[in-house]
């Protein structure tokens, strides 16, 4: 059983800055595209970024272009979102998940219908 961890959420300023990190014990996280993704309260889960296997192709959403940085540490198995210049449109629970789709090295995508393994959530909440 695939089980993605998400760490690192919390309660931040207006302007603040957020690390999530996305763990999965016992499963290589470099074999796959993963992506983030979030979900207010009474809206869809959207595409926040995703990164494929090979690092080769990153996507952000454009509320989150210039601010979000994603990351691929394979030493440590996790893919971190750095998010900075927080504002509260980014209050959500905060999702992982990974494809496990044979999509090659160059391919991710911001649909959360097409990845298959997820984590618990993690909150974040931008104050003002």
């Known amino acids: 059983q695939v089980q993605l961890v998400e760490s690192g959420g919390g309660l931040v300023q207006l302007g603040g800055s957020l690390r999530l990190s996305c763990a999965a014990p016992?499963?290589?996280?470099?074999?796959?595209?993963i992506g983030w993704f979030r979900q207010a309260p009474g809206k869809e889960r959207e595409g926040v970024s995703c990164i494929s296997s090979s690092d080769g192709r990153i996507y952000y959403a454009d509320s989150v272009k210039g601010r979000f940085t994603i990351s691929r540490d394979n030493a440590k198995n996790t893919v971190d979102l750095q998010m900075n210049s927080l504002i509260p449109e980014d209050t959500a629970v905060y999702y992982c998940a990974a494809d496990s789709r044979p999509v090659g090295d160059y391919y991710c995508s911001g649909s959360p219908a097409l990845y298959d393994y997820w984590g618990q959530g993690t909150q974040v909440t931008v104050s003002s």
């Open positions: 016992g499963f290589t996280l470099g074999d796959y595209a």
